[in-house]
């Protein structure tokens, strides 16, 4: 009994965290995503940036909710593919906020890409398959034919 207390008491001790991570893929291009989503964090949403980094493609900011301290929040763009077609990953990490928080942000980028630069471009159509050579033997084979009946006449 007296353990079950102990462990009960730690637990209860111990600071309550929310880890979560919450990514998006987009369609546009690199440089799109990057410029919106930072814009977003500094102008729309007024979060101090405390670092950047757009070739390595990270921002590090302060998340500021209402009547709440600072957090540490961290926005990560990463160039990706899927398939044939070049996809940009968004990933926001705030850990001292539950997941909803990420999602409402992820959400106000999606929704700012399509005001400030239209529907994504659409999927590349696949090219068609070329068509095998035999077709052009099988018309040489004819005209082989065709020139040996000619000579028999």
């Known amino acids: 009994m007296r353990r079950l207390l102990v462990l009960l008491a730690f637990v209860l001790v111990l600071p309550a965290t929310a880890s979560a991570r919450r990514s998006d893929s987009h369609t546009y291009r ?3 995503v990057w410029s919106a989503a930072l814009r977003l964090l500094r102008v729309d949403y007024g979060f101090p940036i405390r670092d950047r980094d757009e070739d390595v493609g990270f921002v ?16 990560e ?22 997941a909803y928080v990420e999602r409402m942000i992820l959400d106000k980028l ?9 529907e994504p471009l659409p999927a ?16 040489e084979s004819e005209d082989a034919e065709a020139s040996d009946e000619r000579r028999r006449r």
């Open 30 to 32: 690199y440089e799109q």
């Open 60 to 75: 590090l900011f302060d998340y500021q909710g209402t009547g709440r301290t600072a957090v540490p929040g961290s926005l």
């Open 77 to 98: 763009v990463v160039r990706t593919r899927q398939g044939e077609r070049d996809v940009v990953r968004v990933t926001l990490n705030i850990p001292a906020m539950p």
């Open 110 to 118: 999606q929704r700012k890409l399509r005001e400030e630069f239209g």
């Open 124 to 139: 590349p159509t696949p090219r068609p398959a070329a068509e095998p050579e035999e077709d052009d033997e099988e018309e």
